[in-house]
Every structure is written in structure tokens, then in C-alpha cells.
């Protein structure tokens, strides 16, 4: 497919890299000549040196007829004016990253039809959920909702102490209704069959029903606590909206920030929040502030390198839980190796969100697993699929090793990925695979 994007910042490129990956041909347009040389040289994608509210820029572009036109630029007004010269000029989809007009359009004014936006994409909001999983569920590596609620997901870390590592899975009498899709063991991911062990220390992705993702806390001797209070540091975009909603889960939130005017906005925009105007590199802040009491401290400044010097001074403090918010995936082997839990960063939400929309007839969501080495995919069997029809034994010879179909979603009942399982028209599917079987997965249902 076709896609153009407007801005080579950081979220830009990024996702201009992702989706030609992923074979998809990327036209990328931003003012800065320099910025669009450096990505010549990370990707394969073709670069435009203008302006993205250029109508005559605009004009050229959409004879090319982009199947999607992503206006990411960090400036919310610059992204909703390109979308409209887009969207007049041509009939392609429109999608908007937006910072400060929240997750949605206004209620009081359907922006989506003043502006000519098909899709909002709130990316700061979207890493601030991510984040706020970690810390709820906090015995959790990762957990996400699929199916309308219907379908689980969870990442566990067995613990030290597991004495079954010498079980088959397929011997270990797991909670019904559960599928293990996914087990990371230190750097290496393993798409698990029956045979396969568990192993201390593995990182688990299970997939199924509610009911039994409840009993794995039994099965693997894992306490549950709520956290009342978290510590937050860097005033980011994502730290206002993660302070948001803990704030609306009851948990206390103090939040650190060094620059003074960005702490004055914070105050006004947090009144239930306690803001701290003080360096969170300080190391006389943690006994100061008694940070290591704290349930869990999350580094969320927009540099990785200040998140990952952070989190490793929270670390060798003692705090219990510590998260950091990590921009470049290429940066999660060193906070993962620190001890240090990652939350990828907005950039990674909008290029999952991207990938769904291009195929949305079919694919619901995209969740990256493991620091994006796997990645969780929602998707709906189409009413002429050939595959309808089939049963999973029969299927299984057709796939690759790195896909696994975990769940399957039918008007509420869930069944795990067994040989017998069938699929029909209008099923929700939850495929665990390798980032570039996507399309795979799109050419097998649709």
C-alpha cells in the first residue's frame, strides 16, 4: 500500500520505517532537508522536502493516490489543516496524530468532519494506558484486552522458585481455556508447542478467557497488591495523561519536573497531583522525597538516556517497581539488562495503530510483545474467507513457526488454538507471530 507522512520527527520516522519494512511504499514530507537525508539512510523510503500545508505540495502528492495520508507532525493544528488539503484534494484516508485535543473529538464539535480526519491517533495518551497496565497490574509483564473484553492477555515472569520446568507444557494442567503463545527466554522468543518447557525467569504470554488468566496468580504462587501511590518523573506529554488516570484509579501521584514553568502547568492541570519542582537526576531528591518507599517510580522524560539514569538510581534504591519509558526500541536491551521494566513510547502505539487501519476490513489491533520482537494480532475472519471452514489441524501445515493462533473469539465463547477448533465467518481471531507476518496473517483471512 500507499502511504505519505508528514513530519521526520521522531514518531515519523519511525513509523516510515516500520511500515516499509513491512513492504509498504512511503513517501515522507517535512521542511527539514537534513532530517529527511537521515532517514534516506535508515530506510527505504522516498523523502519530499517541502511544506505539509503546501497545496501545490499537496496537489502532486495525491496524484500519486496514497492509500493513507498521516499528518504526525508534533503540532496539532499543522497535522488537522494538512488532513483537510488531503482530503479535498483527493479521496484518500486522512489520520492525525493530535497532543493536546485528548483521544477523541470534541463533543461539543465533530472535528473529525470540520477537518477531514478519518482517524485520530491520540499517541501520548495511547503510551500513558500502556503504562498505567504495568503499574495495576502490576505482578504482570504485560496485559491487554482483546475481543470487546472477551479474549485476555497476559505476560508473567516465572518465578524462581517454579519447580515444573522439567513439565511439558502440554503435561503442566494450565488453567482451562488458556493457550501459552509466546515465551521470551532471556534475548531469544520462542513460539511454544506442547512439548516445549517453561523454564525460571521465562517471560509467558498467556492467551484466553477472563476466568482462567485469574487462576494463573494460583498456578504461579503470584501475590497481587494494589498500589496506592507512584512517583512520577519528567513533566512529559505521557506523564500528564499517565497522572490523569491513576489519579482516577484512586492512587496517589507526586510528580517531579525541573523546569519551573512546566511545573506551574502541570499544578494547574493536576490540582489532585503533588508536583515537586526539582531535578530528577538529583540524587538527594530519593532520601529528600523518600522515594524509595514509593509502590512504583516511572521515568518518563522525553530522553532515554535520562530515563534509563533514573530508573537505575530508583533501582539501586530499592524501589519495589520500576518503570521507563523507552523511545527507541533499539534502547530496550539496556533497561531490560539494568533490571529496569520498559514502556515503549508513542511511537510504537501509532505505528501499531497504523498497521491495523491499513488492513482494518480484516485486522483489529496490533500489541507489541517483548520490546516489539512479537507482536499480538486482533483480527476478523471475512464472511468469503477461504479458510472458513477449516479446522486449525488442517491449517497448521500452511503457517510458519513464528505464528501461532492463540484464541478464537464466536459471539462471546472463547476456545483456545486446539486442532480441532474450526473457524467461521465473522470470528475474532488472536494470532501471536514475528513482526513481518502481518500480511501473512491479512492474505490468510480475508
Request: proline share 3%.
Amino acid at each position: 500500500m500507499k502511504i505519505a507522512i508528514l513530519g521526520a520527527g521522531s514518531t515519523g520516522t519511525y513509523v516510515a520505517s516500520v511500515l516499509s519494512q513491512e513492504a509498504h511504499d512511503v513517501t515522507v514530507i517535512d521542511r527539514d532537508a537534513d532530517a529527511l537525508a537521515e532517514l534516506n539512510r535508515q530506510a527505504d523510503v522516498a523523502t519530499v522536502v517541502g511544506s505539509g500545508v503546501d497545496e501545490h505540495l499537496l496537489s502532486g502528492l495525491v496524484e500519486t493516490k496514497p492509500d493513507l495520508f498521516f499528518a504526525a507532525t508534533g503540532e496539532d493544528a499543522v497535522n488537522l489543516t494538512a488532513c483537510a488539503l488531503v482530503k479535498n484534494l483527493s479521496n484518500c484516508r486522512t489520520a492525525a496524530r493530535i497532543k493536546t485535543l485528548g483521544s477523541s473529538p470534541s463533543k461539543s464539535l465533530d472535528l473529525g468532519r470540520l477537518f477531514y480526519v478519518d482517524h485520530f491517533i491520540a499517541a501520548e495518551q495511547m503510551a500513558a494506558r500502556d503504562v498505567l497496565k504495568k503499574i495495576t497490574h502490576s505482578g504482570d509483564v504485560a496485559f491487554a484486552h482483546f475481543a470487546h473484553g472477551a479474549v485476555l492477555m497476559r505476560t508473567i515472569q516465572a518465578p524462581v522458585s517454579w519447580t515444573h520446568s522439567g513439565v511439558p507444557i502440554k503435561e503442566l494442567k494450565l488453567p482451562e481455556n488458556l493457550v501459552v503463545g509466546l515465551v521470551r527466554r532471556n534475548d531469544a522468543v520462542l513460539f511454544p508447542h506442547g512439548d516445549d518447557f517453561i523454564l525460571p525467569g521465562d517471560e509467558v504470554t498467556f492467551v484466553g478467557e477472563a476466568e482462567g488468566m485469574h487462576e494463573l496468580d494460583r498456578f504461579f504462587s503470584v501475590e497481587k497488591k494494589r498500589v496506592k501511590s507512584v512517583v512520577l518523573i519528567g513533566g512529559s506529554s505521557v506523564a500528564l495523561h499517565l497522572a490523569r488516570f491513576l489519579l482516577a484509579h484512586h492512587v496517589a501521584v507526586r510528580l517531579i519536573e525541573k523546569n519551573a514553568g512546566r511545573c506551574l502547568e502541570l499544578a494547574d492541570l493536576l490540582p489532585e497531583a503533588t508536583v515537586i519542582h526539582r531535578d530528577g537526576k538529583d540524587p538527594a531528591l530519593y532520601h529528600e522525597e523518600q522515594i524509595d518507599q514509593t509502590e512504583a517510580l516511572v521515568a518518563c522524560t522525553d530522553d532515554d538516556g535520562t530515563n534509563l539514569l533514573i530508573a537505575s538510581m530508583g533501582k539501586h534504591l530499592g524501589c519495589r517497581k520500576v518503570i521507563a519509558l523507552v523511545h527507541d526500541p533499539a534502547h530496550m536491551p539496556l533497561f531490560e539488562k539494568a533490571g529496569i521494566e520498559p514502556a515503549m513510547s508513542a511511537r510504537v502505539t501509532v505505528a501499531n495503530r497504523l498497521l491495523a487501519l491499513l488492513h482494518e476490513k480484516s485486522i483489529l489491533s496490533v500489541t507489541s510483545l517483548s520490546g516489539g520482537i512479537a507482536q499480538i494480532v486482533e483480527l476478523k475472519i471475512s464472511a468469503g474467507s477461504k479458510k472458513a471452514g477449516v479446522r486449525l489441524a488442517d491449517l497448521r501445515g500452511h503457517l510458519p513457526k513464528d505464528l501461532v493462533v492463540a484464541a478464537i473469539e464466536n459471539q462471546g465463547t472463547v476456545t483456545v488454538g486446539r486442532g480441532h477448533s474450526m473457524l467461521c465467518p465473522d470470528d475474532t481471531v488472536i494470532a501471536i507471530c514475528s513482526p513481518h507476518r502481518i500480511e501473512t496473517l491479512h492474505e490468510l483471512f480475508e
